[in-house]
């Protein structure tokens, strides 16, 4: 699968594997084809947010800047739920800050956030 890109989960599936091993470095490289592939796809965000939170130190530039569009794609197109779980994601990952930063003036986000209780 290395050599021909599949579906962007399974790229997804692999940048975790790797992150769980220790092998940061591959997963970044994993995550950074997952994000090329499949950034877009509405049950990939908040598994390709996690890792990225979690990797965020070690991420590039244009990683961190196609996560970004992650997080403003999830918000713009997602459900009540979705946009409720990608808040409690970055929380568990003290990424809520960014988050609130990213989606400043954002149309339900001081909403959400009073939900969130925070």
């Keep these: 699968m290395r050599l021909a890109p599949g579906n ?10 790797q992150s769980a091993s220790g092998d940061d470095a591959a997963a970044v490289r994993l995550l950074s084809v997952a994000l090329l ?3 877009d796809m509405p049950r990939l965000r908040i598994g390709l947010l996690d890792l990225g939170f979690a990797l ?5 530039g244009d990683t961190r800047s196609r ?3 992650v997080i403003r794609h999830a918000w713009r197109g ?3 739920d979705e946009r409720h779980e990608l808040l409690v ?3 568990s990952r003290n990424f809520l800050p960014l988050i609130v930063m ?3 003036g954002e149309p339900g986000l001081e909403q959400a956030l009073a939900r ?3």
């Design 116 to 118: 969130l209780g925070s």
């Design 102 to 104: 990213v989606l400043s």
């Design 89 to 91: 994601t970055a929380r």
């Design 56 to 60: 965020w130190p070690r991420l590039p």
């Design 67 to 69: 996560l970004l569009q």
């Design 8 to 17: 962007p989960a399974d790229w997804l599936h692999l940048a975790l594997l």
């Design 37 to 39: 592939t499949g950034a």
């Design 78 to 80: 997602a459900a009540r």
